[in-house]
C-alpha cells in the first residue's frame, strides 16, 4: 500500500468549517478525556502534560508540498487523533501556517488545558478556535467527558472566560448533545448559564452521527435539536450536515490519501467523495481495495455506511 502524508489529511468536510485540511499533531486517542461519543474510539492516554510529539517541521514540510500542489480549502484546522493543544510548539505550528499561506487557520479543542496560559498564547493565534462544552455541572462532565483527574468543570469554564477576554478572533463553542445525558429542559438551563459566563460568538449544537466510542449513544432528533438551539439563544444553531459542494479541483485521490482520512475519522462515500474531489467510482475503487487489505472496515450508523482504519 502507498504511503501518504503522514501528518496531514484531507480536505475533509466540515459541518462547522467547511472544506477543511486537516492537521494531526497528537498521537492516536492521546487526550485530556475520554468522551462516551468520540467518533475515535477510547482513549488510549488520558494525559495533561505538553509535549513535542511530532516534528513540527516535518509537519510544515509537508504542508509547503501540499500546497504546491494547488491545495483547495476554507480552512486548515488543527485537530486530529488528540487534543492538540497537548503539543507544546502548537503557537510555533500556527506562526509557521501563517508564513506559507493565507488560508485561516483553525484549532478544534475540547478547552480543557485554557487554564494554563501558554495553551492560551498559542491558541490565540489561530483565526477560529472551536472548544467544546457538554455539561453544566461535575456530575455530567464526569458521565459525558469522563475527564483526567486533574480536570474539572469549573476548570474548564474558568480558562475557556480567560481566553474570551484574551482572544480577539472567533470562538464557536460546540455542545455535543447525548440523549438522556444532557438534553433535559435542567441540563440545557444549566449549560446555557456556563455559556453565558464565557460570551462565544456562536455556538454550535452536534449530536451523534457516526459511530461512537461507546454503544447506545443515540443521535438527538433534529427538531429537538431547533427546539434547545432556541432555549440556548440566537446566537446557537445546529451544526448541520455538510452540503455536497467542493467536488471539483481538488488534488486526485489515492487509498493512502483515504486511509488518512479514515484513521482520524469515519467517513461515508459521500464524505470521501465531497472531501477529496473524486467519483463515487473511483471512491468504491478504492476502499474495496483497503477492504481487501484488512485496512479499512464498513460499519452502520443511523442507516448509513461509514468507513473506519482498522489500524492507527
Known sequence: MPEGKRYLYGPVPSRRL?????????????????????????????????????????????????????????????????????????????????????????????GTLFYRRDVRADCAKADVVVPSLDAGDEAAFGKINRPHRDISIEKLVAGLCAFRKEFAGRIWLEVFLVEGLNTDIAEINKIKG?????????????????????????????????????????????????????????????????LSMLKRRPCSLDDICSGLGIRREEALKHINELQSQGAVRPEEKDGITYFRATCE
Open 194 to 258: 456556563l455559556i453565558e459566563r464565557i460570551g462565544p460568538d456562536k455556538v454550535h449544537l452536534n449530536t451523534a452521527v457516526r459511530p461512537t466510542a461507546e454503544p447506545g449513544i443515540g443521535r438527538v432528533d433534529p427538531r429537538k435539536l431547533e427546539a434547545i438551539a432556541s432555549q440556548i439563544g440566537p446566537n446557537c444553531e445546529v451544526a448541520a450536515d455538510f452540503p455536497p459542494r467542493h467536488t471539483a479541483g481538488v488534488i486526485d485521490s489515492r487509498a493512502a490519501d483515504i
Open 18 to 110: 467547511g472544506l477543511s485540511l486537516g492537521v494531526d499533531i497528537v498521537p492516536h486517542k492521546v487526550c485530556t478525556l475520554d468522551c462516551v461519543y468520540c467518533q475515535l474510539g477510547r482513549t488510549t492516554e488520558k494525559a495533561i502534560e505538553r509535549k513535542d510529539y511530532v516534528p513540527i517541521e516535518v509537519v510544515l514540510a509537508e504542508l509547503q508540498d501540499r500546497l504546491k500542489e494547488g491545495l483547495k480549502a476554507d480552512f486548515i484546522t488543527i485537530s486530529g487523533s488528540g487534543e492538540p493543544t497537548l503539543h507544546r510548539r502548537l503557537g510555533e505550528l500556527i506562526d509557521g501556517i501563517k508564513k506559507l499561506t493565507r488560508i485561516p487557520v483553525a484549532v478544534i479543542t475540547n
